[in-house]
């Protein structure tokens, strides 16, 4: 699994205080955390960078004022970022550091921040801000669960091809406690995006291809695994339980 932070130096504490939190899933569990302070002396940063951005999994941003005003976040981190999230189906968190235009920004306020912009880091109390980054943590821990992300060559069912995107919301149908099924609306909830075309998309191809039923309840259209989606998940993660 990788991370990648985009921060802008002027908020270099704000990314200290959270690497505090993150090196423990990196000691603990099978992820990396990727951000400009890894570059070694010598390397074409522009390049390494844009590798790393390209590898990524996961993006967390640091908002404030001078993250959006930043020529290289704008034109370098951001487009890369953004273009993998719609492409790759990577998981974008914004996290709010100062208070800043981040709502009038609308590529990227179609991503649910960890915290409202009224509340930023900037104005939390310690305790807080620790508090809000161990619930992020967590958050990234139970993430870290669907292995399709880990290796590229896990084994999926004959004739199947899934991307991303498909895989984490097998995940999600095959986590949900009730026996209803959940509908587009929940689905984009727990997938904490606000790009409910490319879900929609892709839940259309998950029905084409068997894995997952669509129905009516109460008025309402839900998704629930078939057969071969349950027999889909189970396949992936039993594998990966057998390489942790």
């Known amino acids: 699994m990788e ?12 990314l200290e205080l959270l690497m505090t939190h993150l090196k423990y899933l990196e000691k603990h569990y099978s992820f990396r955390v990727w ?6 002396p010598g390397v074409k940063w522009s390049e390494e960078i844009s590798k790393e951005l390209n590898n990524s999994n996961i993006a967390i941003l640091l908002i404030s004022q001078h993250f959006l005003v930043s020529d290289f976040i704008l034109k370098v981190e951001l487009p890369s970022i ?12 914004p996290i709010i550091v100062t208070h800043c235009m981040f709502e009038d920004y609308s590529k990227l306020s179609n991503f649910q921040s960890v915290n409202s912009p009224d509340n930023p880091l900037e104005v939390m109390k310690s305790s807080d ?31 199947i091809k899934l991307d991303v995107m498909q895989l984490r919301i097998l995940n999600i149908l095959e986590s949900d406690k009730t026996i209803t099924g959940l509908t587009i ?6 997938f904490n995006t606000n790009n409910r075309k490319d879900i929609v998309n892709s839940l259309n191809e998950l029905i084409n291809i068997n894995l997952l039923d669509k ?7 839900k998704f629930s695994l078939t057969l071969s989606g349950s027999q889909q998940i189970n ?8 390489r942790k």
């Open 185 to 190: 609306s929940e689905i984009q909830r727990l």
């Open 35 to 40: 951000n400009d302070n890894n570059l070694k």
């Open 215 to 221: 129905f009516k309840l109460d008025k309402k259209t």
């Open 235 to 242: 396949l992936i993660k039993n594998v990966f339980e057998e």
């Open 129 to 159: 801000i620790n508090k809000l980054i161990k619930s992020l943590t967590n958050e990234l821990k139970e993430f870290i669960s669907l292995p399709s992300v880990l290796n590229k060559e896990l084994p999926q069912l004959p004739n």
């Open 82 to 93: 953004l273009k993998n999230a719609q492409l790759k189906g990577i998981k974008v968190i």
């Open 3 to 14: 991370i990648f932070i985009s921060y802008s130096h002027h908020d270099s504490s704000y």
